[in-house]
C-alpha cells in the first residue's frame, strides 16, 4: 500500500519561511521521481518543484529562487524549504509520486498525500 504523508504546513507572516516534508511508503523511493503540488481555493493543481531519481530539479516560475525541493534516499523523504513566502504561495500543498519527470512539464504521478494548509498572511 503506497502512502504518502505530508506534514509542516501552517500559518506564517509574508516574508517568513516554512518547510514541508513528506515521507513516503509502499514504493521503490530511490527509483521514483517525486514533487510537489499545491491547490489555491478555486483553483486548479498545479506544480510547485519536481526531483528525479538523481536530484534534478524543476521549478514553476512563480517560485523558482525561494523554494528548494529535495530527497534523502535513506530515510524515504522529500522535503520543500520555501522562503520569502507570499500571499498568493497560499495553497493546500500535496506531494506526488511516481512522476515522469522528463516530460516538460513532468506529468503527476498516480500516488497523492493528503494535502498540507500554507497560509501565508500579508
Avoid: H
Avoid at 516574508?15 to 514533487?35: D, E, P, V
Avoid at 491547490?39 to 534534478?56: E, H, N, Y
Avoid at 509520486?97 to 506529468?107: A, E, H, I, M
Amino acid at each position: 500500500q503506497v502512502q504518502l504523508v505530508e506534514s509542516g504546513g501552517g500559518l506564517v507572516q509574508a516574508g517568513g519561511s516554512l518547510k514541508l516534508s513528506c515521507a513516503a511508503s509502499g514504493i521503490f523511493f530511490s527509483s521514483s521521481s517525486m514533487g510537489w503540488y499545491r491547490q489555491a481555493p478555486g483553483k486548479g493543481r498545479d506544480l510547485v518543484a519536481a526531483i528525479s531519481t538523481v536530484g534534478d530539479t524543476t521549478y514553476s516560475d512563480s517560485v523558482k529562487g525561494r523554494f528548494t525541493i529535495s530527497r534523502d534516499n535513506v530515510k524515504n523523504t522529500i522535503s520543500l524549504e520555501m522562503t520569502n513566502l507570499k500571499p498568493e504561495d497560499t495553497a493546500v500543498y500535496y506531494c506526488n509520486g511516481v512522476l515522469t519527470y522528463f516530460r516538460s512539464p513532468p506529468v503527476a504521478g498516480p500516488y497523492w498525500g493528503q494535502g498540507t494548509q500554507v497560509t501565508v498572511s500579508s
